[in-house]
């Protein structure tokens, strides 16, 4: 089968093409035809920091973890899976999990389900991690009806399916970002736009809580940017952070009494640890998808599997809007 892999690790590394072995069916296991597969940030820090990061696979490294595509072999011990199932999920390109920058991929069948029948396969692969990350940190935090959230990076990969969720278990939703594009992408959403850059913290929490703070904040930015979710949150509400690889202060998320949830949710593949719960998100997900009230926001450019090198170059130059596909 044709492969996309890497030999060597580092900003300038590049992917070449190889004819690999088609993957061997194991039990618990499908081998699916990739049809598509989205580039995620974690994807780029591989690449670009290699063994520094304690999840990047040995070289030649097979990265890639979102995939939507049609299973071809189950393995012993599967149920609810058949080949010609159309499925999508999170399931490689990490530790040793081979990824979906080929033609074919195994993939443990708890890590996936029957993609939404409404999303093409392209849009399907966009769909995985960022929608397991909101929808498991929104989980977390309890959101539920009439609450006000605050979703920090609206516009962004994980961000924008945030605010279409906490929309979905009826939640009063703002966000941040800045620029006309990713205002215009919030407010198609249903929710609140907030330019960060233009407004004070306490001037937006003053005019959409009447001073009181937000119930829930989804803070998909992460670093610094925690301290801003803390100054924005109400007394006793629960602050999701998806990236909190800092050292910071404590002191005014315990004089509010905050609730901190940190969602790193490689962990089920990292571990083998409740990889079943990935495979149930992923069922819900796809249940919300088809009742349209959520859908993933695509970047307009398109690529093949042998320009997977432009794609992961889109993503990091920062003008990617959505998600970035690869199609195989």
Partial sequence: MKTMILTAYGDDAEFSLADTARPTVTAGHVVLRVHATSINTVDTMIKSMGKDLPLSPDLPAVLGMDFAGVIEEVGDG????????EVYGCAGGLADLKGALAEYMLADAKLI???PKTLSMREA????????????GLQRAGVTSGQKVLVQGGAGGVGHLAVQLAKHFGADVSATGTGDAQMAVIQSYGARPIDFMKEKIADYVEAHTGGTGFDVIFDAVGGQNMTNSFEA???NADVVSTVALLEIDLTPAHFKGLSLHVVFMLLPMLHNH????HGAILKSLAEIVDSAAVKPLLDDQQFGLEEVGAAYARLGSGQAIGKVVVEI
């Fill in 78 to 85: 599967v149920s609810g899976f058949a080949p010609g199932d």
């Fill in 113 to 115: 389900a029957h993609k």
């Fill in 125 to 136: 692969a966009a769909m995985p991690l960022v929608g397991i990350t909101a929808y498991e």
């Fill in 233 to 235: 949150a109400a007394l």
């Fill in 274 to 277: 409740q990889r079943e719960v």
